[in-house]
Nanobody, 115 residues
Framework: QVQFAESGGGLVQPGGSLRLSCVASGISFSRSTMAWYRQAPGKQREWVASISISTSFTQYRDSVKGRFTISRGSAGNTVYLQMNSLRPEDTAVYYC????????WGQGTQVTVSS
């Protein structure tokens, strides 16, 4: 059974930082490409960043390049998203999943950037 459990969200002021964590289960993690997605109120869910677990190759959407860093944990099926220089437009529920996307979405973690 595929499951993703996200954590680490919260309320932060513009310019602040957060680190999101995701624990994946039920997948062949070492052979997966893992990704973070986000969904802002009234908008479609969008891809944010991805990482190949086997090669560590990373990709980012243009709006987060230079501010966000996706990485894998040194142990366990864990993926992180370090978010720096946060902007109000980064406010969203953040989810992790894989590529190709699994239907088994987690509950996500809310990130709110506001003064």
């Amino acid at each position: 059974q595929v499951q993703f459990a996200e954590s680490g969200g919260g309320l932060v002021q513009p310019g602040g930082s957060l680190r999101l964590s995701c624990v994946a289960s039920g997948i062949s993690f070492s052979r997966s490409t893992m990704a973070w997605y986000r969904q802002a109120p009234g908008k479609q869910r969008e891809w944010v960043a991805s990482i190949s677990i086997s090669t560590s190759f990373t990709q980012y959407r243009d709006s987060v390049k230079g501010r966000f860093t996706i990485s894998r944990g040194s142990a366990g099926n864990t993926v992180y998203l370090q978010m720096n220089s946060l902007r109000p437009e980064d406010t969203a529920v953040y989810y992790c999943n894989r590529i190709p996307i699994s239907d088994s979405w987690g509950q996500g973690t809310q990130v709110t950037v506001s003064s």
